[in-house]
Each structure stands twice: as structure tokens, then as C-alpha cells.
């Protein structure tokens, strides 16, 4: 009983009620941070929403439905190939790319949860990782779209293509706000299915399997939906982190990336929305604020294994939970 108090079925309130005050957070914020940070932090910062993004895909599978997926910063890389393959061979406006990446990665996101249905724990991991794995090794074999010919989009020996950031989003600034636009919507997203029918049956499939069945909830459509909507979340994580650079690197989503991103989702805490933004500060703007100050952000490691630690020690709550 004491472990199920650590993780509430339904949030409290109305939908509305309950992501209201994340919504007012994000528009805080996107409002006074262009004023407050230089140019350095307005990019740390924008990396730091796509990833509280990534997380809060990771926070739904796990603090939903129990479920371990070490593969949702994988699904970002494969949005953000399938983005940056429509902007450079369609010509496309960058929404329009930016879905479609969003549009197949929930396609993949889907494929890989199919196992989910006969299967969780540890097995659900490993396959997970050694999915993350995969798509590793092929984005390390075949690279990210430049703007070349072919299928594949890559251009060789010659200086690569960078896409350009949307035409209301030109400068770093304003791109911050751009970002923060699609974090508010899709963390509201998750939010919205978590206080209504799609999070009630994922308590009840969490709970026991053959409890929700004799209820009537459909196993398989709403594990599927849940893992359709975490990897169409992290695929746009992958089109706005293009966006921000012009470009993505083949090393970009290493399997460690993704096994990282689990973990501090879970010291952030996977059961409230500011877990999420907590796991964001983690990966990103704890390692640049230490580089700011003469530090190896490497160090930053050591500190996120204590953190797990304690996280688990004092019931798998996280920051969130404890605050």
C-alpha cells in the first residue's frame, strides 16, 4: 500500500485544472527567458525543453503503465531524420516536416511496443535497449539527411546543407519560444490523457492486466496508444532539436543517451509533470553550467548516479514527488 501512494492513478482535478499551472509555468517562462539569458543559454535552455519533452514520453510509459522504454531518445533520432528528409528533399515548411518526423516516429514508437503486450520488466528493457542499439548503429551507417541526392538525402566530400529555423522563429530567442510552444502542447497532451479515460485504464492495465480486461478496457489499444503517443512526442523532441541546430549529428543519440534519459526521468519523478522539466535541467543545463564555471561537465555523471540512488531509496518519488 505504501508504494501505491507514491504513484496516484488519477491527478486531481479537472484536465484543465491540472495542467493550467503548467501551462502558466511554460508561458512565464517562455516569456521573460529571451530577456534574461545571452545567446549561449538561450540555445542550453531550448535543448533543455526538447528534452523535458523526451522525458515526459519516458515519465508516461513508466509512471502510467510500469513500463521500462530505454528506446524514446532513440524514436527522437528517427523524427528527426524523417524531418530533416522532407525539408531537404520537398522543400516543406518546417511544421510541416516536423509532424511528419513526429508522424513516424509514433509509427515506430508503435512497433516497438507491440512486444509490450506479452511482455515487461526486464524483458521489456533489454528489448528496448537493444533497440535503441539498432537505430544507433544505423544512423551511424547511413547519417542524417544534408540536403544531397539520393534517397537517403547525404551529401558527399562537399560542406553540408542546414536547414533554416521557421520564419517566425529566426533568431535564438524567438526559436525559444518556439520551442516552449510545442513543449506547453505536448506535455499538456500527456497531461490531458493522464486525467481521463486513457490514464484511468492505464492505472487499471498497471494494476493487474486480467482486472482491466474483466472491466472491459482493451489491453492492446490502450498499450498501444500509449507507446504510439510517447514515440510521436519524442520523434518532434528530434525535429525541434534540428531546428535549433540545423542540422543532427550521427553521434548524436548514443544508446548511453537514452539509458541516461530513463534514468533521471525517474530522479525528476515520473509521476508529475515537473519531473519531466527536472530530468531536462539534469542532462542539459547542469553539465553547461559546470563548463561555464571552468568544470568538466563529465562530473555531472557522478552526481546523477547518487541522485538515483536516493531517488530509489525514498520510494521512487523523485525531486518532484519530494517537493
Not at 493550467?20 to 512565464?28: C, D, G, K, Y
Not at 542499439?133 to 537517403?152: E, R
Not at 541522485?307 to 514527488?321: D, F, H, P, T
Request: hydrophobic content about 55%.
Amino acid at each position: 500500500m505504501a508504494r501505491d501512494k507514491d504513484k496516484p492513478d488519477i491527478p486531481p482535478g479537472s484536465p484543465f485544472q491540472r495542467i493550467r499551472p503548467m501551462l502558466i509555468t511554460f508561458a512565464v517562462v517562455a516569456l521573460i527567458g529571451p530577456w534574461l539569458f545571452s545567446a549561449y543559454w538561450l540555445n542550453t535552455f531550448s535543448t533543455v525543453a526538447c528534452l523535458t519533452l523526451a522525458s515526459g514520453t519516458v515519465a508516461l510509459l513508466y509512471g502510467q503503465l510500469g513500463m521500462v522504454s530505454l528506446a524514446q531518445f532513440a524514436l527522437s533520432g528517427v523524427g528527426g531524420w524523417f524531418c530533416l528528409r522532407m525539408l531537404h528533399g520537398l522543400g516543406v515548411p518546417f511544421e510541416l516536416g516536423l509532424v511528419f518526423g513526429a508522424l513516424m516516429a509514433g509509427l515506430f514508437g508503435l512497433i516497438v511496443g507491440l512486444p509490450a503486450l506479452r511482455m515487461r520488466g526486464l524483458y521489456l528493457a533489454l528489448l528496448t535497449l537493444m533497440v535503441a542499439a539498432a537505430v544507433q548503429v544505423v544512423l551511424n551507417v547511413i547519417g542524417f539527411p544534408d540536403g544531397g541526392t539520393g534517397w537517403l538525402g547525404r551529401i558527399v566530400n562537399a560542406q553540408r546543407v542546414l536547414i533554416e529555423r521557421p520564419w517566425l522563429a529566426q533568431s535564438d530567442g524567438a526559436y525559444f519560444r518556439y520551442v516552449m510552444v510545442w513543449l506547453a502542447a505536448g506535455m499538456a497532451l500527456i497531461e490531458w490523457q493522464r486525467a481521463t479515460l486513457p490514464g484511468r485504464a492505464w492505472a487499471l492495465i498497471r494494476k493487474s492486466e486480467a482486472a482491466a480486461i474483466a472491466a472491459g478496457v482493451s489491453v492492446v489499444r490502450y498499450k498501444a496508444w500509449a507507446f504510439a503517443l510517447g514515440g510521436m512526442l519524442a520523434g518532434l523532441t528530434g525535429g525541434l532539436l534540428a531546428g535549433l541546430n540545423g542540422q543532427l549529428d550521427n553521434t548524436g543519440f548514443p544508446v548511453a543517451q537514452s539509458i541516461l534519459l530513463y534514468a533521471l526521468t525517474v530522479v525528476g519523478g515520473a509521476y508529475h509533470w515537473m519531473g519531466a522539466v527536472f530530468a531536462g535541467l539534469l542532462i542539459r543545463a547542469m553539465p553547461a553550467l559546470l563548463n561555464d564555471h571552468g568544470v568538466d561537465g563529465n562530473l555531472a555523471n557522478a552526481f546523477y548516479g547518487f541522485a538515483l540512488l536516493v531517488s530509489l531509496i525514498q520510494g521512487r518519488k523523485g525531486l518532484a514527488g519530494q517537493l
